[in-house]
T-cell receptor
Framework: GGIITQTPKFLIGQEGQKLTLKCQQN?????MYWYRQDSGKGLRLIYY???????QKGDLSEGYDASREKKSSFSLTVTSAQKNEMAVFLC?????????FGPGTRLTVL | GEKVEQHESTLSVREGDSAVINCTYT??????FPWYKQEAGKGLHFVID?????DRKQSQRLIVLLDKKAKRFSLHITATQPEDSAIYFC??????????????FGAGTRLKVIA
């Protein structure tokens, strides 16, 4: 089996700060995803990538950038953190159907 | 675009009883319906899925039903145990082969199994 690693596990930032979250997978999957999870709102897709160097916007891409420099890694940047923002960011990867998820990065903005 | 509604936001059942979580979707092109479980502080863990070419699938204590006409699918957890307590998410997706890689998730159902 494979594993998805997300770093850091907890991220505390200041308002207006640029923050980067990282994701690594060893499934050798082509497609990777970034989701934002807010309490009571399920998961919303921020960006996804179907292959190295590909980027596709999800429903929530405004305020974020992403980068897929190699097949195994997918980074997400919060371009300007919003005060009092709290959310969990989940990374996932998939082959032909099922998505596998990482443990998440919990973001708090002071 | 596709919208998925998960009807129960919370659900409490007694240990040993069955739990049923219902979801509806809007896009008739959706053909793949996975379910995920999330325990406190963790990511999502796949539990079972169903494709549109069948209307029922069972894996041990988990049963998924799909009613394409009503655009409704449901997760049945039989003989519930305390370790089934978690948040469950349904999702809908089109066919990967047509280039649709996106899942649309429901808002989640918090299941509590009372001993």
């Amino acid at each position: 089996g494979g594993i998805i690693t997300q770093t850091p596990k907890f991220l505390i930032g200041q308002e207006g700060q640029k923050l980067t979250l990282k994701c690594q997978q060893n499934f050798n999957h082509d497609t990777m995803y970034w989701y934002r999870q807010d309490s009571g709102k399920g998961l919303r897709l921020i960006y996804y990538s179907i292959t190295e160097n590909d980027l596709q916007k999800g429903d929530l891409s405004e305020g974020y950038d992403a980068s897929r420099e190699k097949k195994s890694s997918f980074s997400l940047t919060v371009t300007s953190a919003q005060k009092n923002e709290m959310a969990v960011f989940l990374c996932a990867s998939s082959g032909v159907a099922e998505q596998f998820f990482g443990p998440g990065t919990r973001l708090t903005v002071l | 675009g596709e919208k998925v509604e998960q009807h129960e936001s919370t659900l409490s059942v007694r240990e040993g009883d069955s739990a049923v979580i219902n979801c509806t979707y809007t896009d008739t092109a959706s053909s793949y319906f996975p379910w995920y479980k999330q325990e406190a502080g963790k990511g999502l863990h796949f539990v079972i899925d169903i494709r549109s070419n069948v209307d029922r699938k069972q894996s041990q204590r988990l049963i998924v039903l799909l009613d394409k006409k009503a655009k409704r699918f449901s997760l049945h957890i039989t003989a519930t145990q305390p370790e089934d307590s978690a948040i469950y998410f349904c999702a809908a997706s089109g066919a990967f082969m047509t280039g649709n890689y996106k899942y649309v998730f429901g808002a989640g159902t918090r299941l509590k199994v009372i001993a």
